[in-house]
């Protein structure tokens, strides 16, 4: 298994920027695939975008399409997910997650290893 630590969170003005990091210890990243969640409270935890390890194809939900942006650098065993266009929607504490098997990207349960969370915070 990683072990996954987020980074970059922050408060952000509505229409800003942030990106976020993940950064995984322990072998064999390139044959994970990675994931980002995000949870707002009193909400249940939801995908917001994937990247496999295989052809690196990239999934994201509908709503961020065109604003965020995930990739990953497996020399530095690191997948970031680039916010842009921030809207007070997506004000929620965001998870990294990686899994080794599955077919549905979406599917938390597929999720073998999970970071401990940044919070983002999107004012208006």
């Known amino acids: 298994q990683v072990q996954l630590v987020e980074s970059g969170g922050g408060l952000v003005q509505a229409g800003g920027s942030l990106r976020l990091s993940c950064a995984a210890s322990g072998r064999a990243f390139s044959s994970y695939g990675m994931g980002w969640f995000r949870q707002a409270p009193g909400k249940e935890r939801e995908f917001v975008a994937h990247v496999s390890w295989s052809d690196g194809t990239l999934y994201y939900r509908n709503s961020v399409k065109g604003r965020f942006t995930i990739s990953r650098d497996n020399a530095k065993n690191t997948v970031y997910l680039q916010m842009n266009s921030l809207e007070p929607e997506d004000t929620a504490v965001y998870y990294c997650?990686?899994?080794?098997?599955?077919?549905?990207?979406?599917?938390?349960?597929?999720?073998?290893?999970w970071g401990q969370g940044t919070q983002v915070t999107v004012s208006s």
């Open positions: 997650a990686a899994r080794l098997y599955g077919s549905r990207p979406s599917s938390i349960s597929e999720y073998d290893c």
